[in-house]
């Protein structure tokens, strides 16, 4: 088992990683759209989704996997009214190639953000 790091995505607010690899697998924590700082993008969805995808952009990188190695996607969003224009970014990263995914309604994401994502990847 290895332990995923980068600085090009922010740092766990809690006791876990940013994302795990176990013999082929890669397992990224829910990213939010925090920048690598660690500040909170707009309040806009589209935006906040596009952060999110560069924070899952980052971790799959340094985990030796990519957004095309992706098996499946859990998206969690506040709002399901927010579900077409999330879409419509997530098509943006995920346009021939299209994984398994989830997506669920929530009542309250970290620091009241409104969209979180995860995903399983082959690494090479």
Known sequence: ???VATKEAPAAIGPYSQ???VNNLF???GQI???AE???VSN??????HQVFRNL?????????????????????KNMDDFAMINEVYGEYFSLHKPAR??????????DVLIEIEVVALVK
Do not use: H, N, W
């Open 27 to 29: 397992f990224s924590s």
């Open 19 to 21: 994302g795990i690899v």
């Open 102 to 111: 989830s997506c669920v309604e929530v009542a309250r994401l970290p620091k």
């Open 57 to 77: 952009q980052a971790v799959l990188k340094e985990a030796g996997a990519s957004l095309e190695s992706v098996v499946k996607a859990t998206v969690f969003i």
């Open 33 to 35: 759209p925090l920048t």
């Open 1 to 3: 088992m290895k332990v």
């Open 44 to 49: 806009d969805i589209k935006e906040q989704t």
């Open 38 to 40: 660690g500040v909170v």
